[in-house]
Structure formats: structure tokens, C-alpha cells
T-cell receptor, first 110, second 117 residues
Framework: DAKTTQPTSMDCAEGRAANLPCNHSTISGNEYVYWYRQIHSQGPQYIIHGLKNNETNEMASLIITEDRKSSTLILPHATLRDTAVYYCIVSNNAGNMLTFGGGTRLMVKP | GAVVSQHPSRVICKSGTSVKIECRSLDFQATTMFWYRQFPKQSLMLMATSNEGSKATYEQGVEKDKFLINHASLTLSTLTVTSAHPEDSSFYIC?????????????FGQGTRLTVV
């Protein structure tokens, strides 16, 4: 699976949009971009995934650049409960396990 | 969304004893489940891949005789930490994919906090 690079930590004000970047410059054509988050002492929670088109669900939006070398996860109105470590993972899936990097520790502040 | 349930959520055991952790897919069948371990302030590290009806596949450095995995049905995988020692204290997490298609997402259990005293 391709390697991803994320900032170690980010702060966001409550109610504002949180934009979490991820670089995956070595991504290959059949690899998807997945985002998970892990709140302290819990298992990771699936957020969203995509291949090349932008995606949106009830939790977040995923913006993938045209060359697919980077993406941004957008939490439109961050709340204190969104404080967590966010993992960007690139995988060709096919039943394979996910390889977790260091992730971004997002702190949402009042 | 799909639910993966893990039990127990927290366990304390004495050194030398064995502990079994269960991972269940509640609303889907999972031919493959994954077991991860996470130490404080670190990321998840894959330990093994659990395959229904066959032997598990272990990652390099993970002792198969110490971490016994059984995947006896399409909805249940168990991880048994045998002869536990304090260094086995960690957060153990399982995951399962709902289907084998390339785009399917994985769902994770709540995790099990193991403390060996």
C-alpha cells in the first residue's frame, strides 16, 4: 500500500470547518483513500473513502486532487466530540488489512 | 453501518494466565478478520489475519503460539493471549470487512484493554 503523510497535530475552533490534509504521492491507480478516526481508548471509526471523485456523507467530505496525490478530509462544523486522531490510509483493499500511520491528532477547542 | 463487537472491553489478569478476547461481526459475515495491537501513544500495528476455517496468518515478530487465533464461524474470531506477561499489556482491536469487493470498508471493534499484573 502507498505511504501517506499527515501533519502530526492540528487545532480547530468549535463550529468551524476542520480541514485535514493527507499526501499520498505514490498512490497507484487501483488504490482507494480511506479516512478513519480514533477517539481515545476506542476502536477506529470509519469516516469516508473514495477513489478519485469527491465524496460526501453525513460525517464529512473527502476532496481528492485530480492527480490523486493528495486529499483533504473536511469536517464542516467541528464539535468537541470530533477531537480524535484521524488516519488517512491508502489501500488497494481486496480484503487486505489496513496499514495505519501516525495520523493527525485533531484538537477541537471551545 | 456494520457493527463489529469486541468482548471484553477491559480485562485485568495475573501474569502467567491466559485471556480470550472475542470479536463478532453482528450484521454481516466476515471470512476475514484482523487483529491489531496498540501501545500507548502509538498507532495500530497488525498482529495477524484471521481466516474462517483455516489457520491465521501472523505478522513477522508475532508469536503464533502465544497469540492463538480461532475463526470458527463467519461471525466470530477469538484471540487468546496465552501465558500473559506484563509486556503483553496493550489495547487489542479487531476489524472485519463486510465483503471482499475492492472498495468495501473495514469496521473495528471497540477494543480490549488488557492489563497483566
Amino acid at each position: 500500500d502507498a505511504k501517506t503523510t499527515q501533519p502530526t497535530s492540528m487545532d480547530c475552533a468549535e463550529g468551524r470547518a476542520a480541514n485535514l490534509p493527507c499526501n499520498h504521492s505514490t498512490i497507484s491507480g487501483n488504490e482507494y483513500v480511506y479516512w478513519y478516526r480514533q477517539i481515545h481508548s476506542q476502536g477506529p471509526q470509519y469516516i469516508i473513502h473514495g477513489l478519485k471523485n469527491n465524496e460526501t456523507n453525513e460525517m464529512a467530505s473527502l476532496i481528492i486532487t485530480e492527480d490523486r496525490k493528495s486529499s483533504t478530509l473536511i469536517l464542516p462544523h467541528a464539535t468537541l466530540r470530533d477531537t480524535a486522531v484521524y488516519y488517512c490510509i491508502v489501500s488497494n483493499n481486496a480484503g487486505n488489512m489496513l496499514t495505519f500511520g501516525g495520523g493527525t491528532r485533531l484538537m477541537v477547542k471551545p | 453501518g456494520a457493527v463489529v463487537s469486541q468482548h471484553p472491553s477491559r480485562v485485568i489478569c495475573k501474569s502467567g494466565t491466559s485471556v480470550k478476547i472475542e470479536c463478532r461481526s453482528l450484521d454481516f459475515q466476515a471470512t476475514t478478520m484482523f487483529w491489531y495491537r496498540q501501545f500507548p501513544k502509538q498507532s495500530l500495528m497488525l498482529m495477524a489475519t484471521s481466516n474462517e476455517g483455516s489457520k491465521a496468518t501472523y505478522e513477522q515478530g508475532v508469536e503464533k503460539d502465544k497469540f492463538l487465533i480461532n475463526h470458527a464461524s463467519l461471525t466470530l474470531s477469538t484471540l487468546t493471549v496465552t501465558s500473559a506477561h506484563p509486556e503483553d499489556s496493550s489495547f487489542y482491536i479487531c476489524s472485519a470487512r463486510r465483503g471482499a469487493a475492492q472498495y468495501t470498508e473495514a469496521f473495528f471493534g471497540q477494543g480490549t484493554r488488557l492489563t497483566v499484573v
